[in-house]
């Protein structure tokens, strides 16, 4: 089974002990089943715990991505990008002179693929 989502990772100066979110993309939206298609829900703000998120497909840019790095919050705007379902985002950010983070790097490339599992699903008592 092929990723549905796209995956977007981020480093600054190298490392990945950052948080973020990301405004004023899709926070949801429906699969259909029958004909494959992946659609879009309302748009919001989608946060993450770690240095990557996952975001629906479609086109993004100029959003706000809010990230936190080593006791500061940082403001950054997403360069103008169709996402594509199943591809890896890397972006790296350095430490401007003046406090402001700058990309110094991107990289596009596949995510890996899932794997299929069998399993049983239980409901919640």
């Not at 089943?33 to 992946?38: H, Q, T, V, Y």
């Not at 790095?69 to 972006?91: D, H, M, S």
């Amino acid at each position: 089974m092929e990723h549905l989502l796209c995956l977007l990772e981020f480093t600054i100066e190298g490392s990945s002990a950052c948080t973020l979110s990301v405004e004023g993309v899709p926070t949801g939206g429906t699969y259909d089943l029958a004909g494959g298609k992946l659609s879009a829900g309302e748009k919001g703000t989608v946060p993450s715990d770690g240095n990557t998120v996952l975001l629906l497909p479609g086109k993004a840019g100029n959003n706000r991505v809010v990230i936190r790095f080593q006791e500061n919050t940082y403001g950054w705007l997403l360069p103008a990008v169709t996402l594509e379902a199943g591809k890896r985002y890397g972006y790296a950010l350095s430490l401007g002179k003046e406090g402001g983070l700058i990309l110094s790097g991107v990289s596009v490339r596949p995510w890996q693929e899932g794997e299929d599992y069998n399993g049983t699903i239980k409901p919640n008592k």
